[in-house]
């Protein structure tokens, strides 16, 4: 069998097995072992293409390296967005509220709600805290 056949097949292989688990170092294996069977298509002999190999996968690491440590160091988002990001805000009370139904006010936009603690009741008009999202209804606590 050819050099070049075994470098393709070393390269598929390290590529399949990448997609498995996502490390980027099969990856950056199977992208030399690509090299290497090139080095091998042009006539290299074997200790040649095992230096391509070897630069290949050298350079992959000095390339990929600073990319995926910039995406890791890069803080987590602060901003919550969607439903979650009514999680802690107030709202008004438009119809009185109880561990069972009423109306709130929160940015503008009306939603079902439920007090948080189901034996409260609280008054239309009354500015609450929104405790938890659960659906389309806003569990809230009276402000104090």
Known sequence: ?????????????????????????????????????????????????????????????????????????QPPPDRRFGIQALVGKSAYVLREVTGRDGRVRIGGEEWSARAYDETLVIPAGAVVDVIEIEGATALVYPRE
């Open 1 to 73: 069998m050819d050099d070049w056949v075994i470098w393709l097949i070393v390269a598929v292989t390290l590529g399949v097995a990448e997609i498995f688990t996502l490390t980027t170092v099969l990856g950056l294996f199977g992208g030399a072992a690509l090299f290497a069977a090139l080095a091998a298509v042009i006539g290299l002999p074997v200790p040649l293409q095992m230096i391509v190999f070897t630069g290949a996968l050298v350079a992959g690491l000095l390339v990929v390296r600073p990319v995926a440590k910039r995406h890791l160091r």
